[in-house]
């Protein structure tokens, strides 16, 4: 999480490094002490343990290529699969803990800011919780990730939870207490 605290310190970059960051940052209209925060807070949030829980980069063409082989039925049991296993192991690495919280602060901002599987929503009122996972890849997507969500809220977190559906997204609505 940003602190508003800043420190100032001082670092050698290699004299391409800096052209590069110099013309990223004027490109994007932004500072290069922006895009070196922005990077770093990825290496620390994301790259770090990434790497070691051994995620590949893949194009996303390739990734929905993949999914439409599968059956529907297949891509259900997938996301029930990922849903007890990597989403477990997942939040267990990353967080050192499975719970409500790790599940809808940790996971879906990380793999939506990093992973850019989904865009990501939520809103809480009281304590209902809605989450929305914005994915964009079709229907075999929405029902990986909707039986995904109902595998780790049901099978790991005891919680019942309800879910909707349309082609490009799921919505998961559950109480926190």
Aim: net charge positive.
């Amino acid at each position: 999480m940003a602190s508003r605290t800043a420190v100032t310190r001082t670092i050698r970059l290699d004299g391409d490094t800096d052209r590069a960051l110099s013309g990223l940052a004027e490109k994007e209209r932004v500072s290069v002490n922006f895009l070196v925060n922005r990077a770093l807070r990825k290496f620390i949030e994301w790259d770090v343990y990434a790497e070691k829980f051994g995620f590949l980069s893949l194009p996303a063409s390739m990734i929905t290529k993949m999914m439409s082989y599968l059956s529907d039925e297949e891509a259900k049991e997938m996301g029930r699969w990922a849903g007890q296993n990597l989403v477990k192991d997942f939040l267990t690495f990353w967080f050192k803990e499975v719970s409500v919280t790790t599940l809808v602060k940790g996971y879906p901002a990380l793999e939506s800011k990093y992973g850019k599987s989904f865009e990501y929503e939520e809103h809480v009122d009281g304590g209902r919780w809605t989450i929305i996972l914005k994915h964009g890849r079709g229907l075999k997507w929405s029902l990986y990730y909707e039986e995904l969500l109902r595998s780790v809220f049901e099978q790991l977190l005891k919680k019942e939870v309800k879910t909707e559906r349309t082609e490009d997204q799921v919505v998961a609505r559950f109480s926190a207490v």
